[in-house]
């Protein structure tokens, strides 16, 4: 490191600085998914947990078939979407003292200090924005509990992901661990050749770019439990266009339970074209956005996502229909109380993170917070009179929303 600073007022911004670009190289999840704008939450000195920022989703119209838009011009109706600050990852230290009068004690400090802990909160940040935007996305492909990871089921995937009209650009990602990894290089060898490419399936377990996404292997995927009930039906006819909830019957009563990021179809209820609003072959998925328990009737509001909208509402348009009393949802995350791996295909623009600022103290030894490529990292270091020792804590806040979910699916496990 280049001893860049010239007084000890200067040493800490420069140890930010490292500690942000250290926890920046270390994640690879949110290093390929997009980046919230600077405009949905600048202007504020610093955040708090839970506070809430909004961003904008593009409108959507539908195209008409004639010039004379008399009768046919359409509101404008752009979405906003809630984008929660809930991911804060911390480390404290409690040490006697951090010198940094020399350059010599400064990488010393960063490389048994800083890194170990930037390391940490990498890994916790990484598996807790990977957890949300898994909850988030209601495509789902792949057989629960087998680990079959051949073309056909990787381009399942794409195949969903295409149909709602997500970019075939070489944005698409396809995140999965060293199992499923295993069986995607099997399923693969008899295409061995002699190109470098293919060749590293065999010399190293590397798959890279193939079936349309670049691979990233992680073994911080989710895992998603299922609730006890994975048999039900619509109990309630929806009949309000937006709405996110779903009124279900048939579950255990009393102790029957739905549980978050359980995903589901409708019989009769089709998923259609973005933009023609032409009706799919294939019912539309949708996910569980909170745990549900069923009342002693075996009934059971379950909160869902995408919200349903129907041909009434024009360009928001999402299903052929409403959802109707005596319906069958059918459960695709598997069999009751088991939990299977969610390998997770999407497209870099399905979710937005973003890592915000925080409220500093004023009075603290240092209390110094830098940015490096849209990724934050706060050091305070501060003197504990109950413990007549330094401490030192480096802080993290930040938050997920999945703005576009049809442009991700998961691959069940």
Not at 27 to 50: R, T, V
Not at 185 to 208: C, D, H, P
Not at 248 to 275: R, S, W
């Amino acid at each position: 490191m280049a001893n860049d600073f010239n007084t000890l007022k200067d040493a800490p911004g420069v140890v930010a600085r490292a500690a942000a670009k250290m926890l920046h190289d270390e994640l690879q999840f949110c290093k390929s998914i997009a980046k919230a704008e600077k405009s949905d939450y600048d202007g504020k000195n610093g955040y708090s947990a839970g506070d809430t920022i909004y961003i904008s989703k593009p409108a959507r119209f539908v195209p008409q078939t004639t010039f004379d838009i008399t009768s046919s011009k359409q509101d404008i109706k752009e979405e906003k979407v809630p984008l929660t600050l809930d991911i804060i990852s911390t480390v404290g230290v409690d040490i006697t003292s951090l010198q940094f009068a020399t350059e010599i004690q400064m990488k010393q400090t960063i490389n048994r200090v800083v890194k170990p802990a930037v390391e940490a909160i990498a890994q916790d940040v990484e598996s807790r924005m990977i957890e949300k935007a898994t909850d988030a996305v209601f495509n789902t492909v792949g057989t629960p509990g087998l680990t079959v990871f051949d073309p056909d089921t990787v381009l399942s995937a794409r195949e969903k992901m295409s149909k709602y009209l997500c970019p075939k650009d070489n944005n698409r990602f396809l995140l999965f661990d060293s199992t499923a990894g295993r069986s995607a290089v099997n399923a693969r060898k008899g295409l061995f050749q002699s190109s470098s490419e293919i060749a590293k399936q065999y010399k190293m377990g590397y798959v890279g770019t193939a079936d349309g996404f670049n691979w990233l292997e992680n073994e911080l995927l989710n895992t998603h439990t299922n609730g006890n009930d994975v048999s039900f039906e619509v109990s309630t006819t929806v009949s309000t266009e937006g709405q996110a909830t779903l009124v279900v019957e048939g579950l255990t009563t009393t102790t029957g339970t739905v549980k978050k990021g359980t995903t589901f179809t409708i019989d009769t209820v089709y998923a259609v074209h973005p933009i023609t609003k032409k009706q799919y072959n294939f019912l539309q998925p949708f996910t569980v956005t909170a745990d549900a328990t069923a009342d002693g009737s075996g009934i059971a509001t379950l909160s869902i996502s995408p919200a349903i909208y129907t041909s009434a509402s024009g360009g928001l348009q999402n299903v052929s229909a409403f959802p109707a009393d005596g319906d069958t949802c059918n459960v695709l995350t598997g069999s009751a109380s088991t939990g299977y791996t969610q390998n997770l295909a999407f497209h870099k623009n399905a979710f937005r993170m973003v890592s915000v600022p925080l409220e500093m103290p004023k009075n603290a030894e240092f209390a110094v917070q830098q940015t490096y490529q849209g990724v934050t990292v706060a050091i305070i270091r501060d003197f504990d009179v109950n413990t007549r020792s330094f401490v030192t804590r480096i802080d993290y806040l930040g938050g997920l929303a999945a703005d576009r979910p049809e442009w991700a699916c998961r691959l069940s496990s």
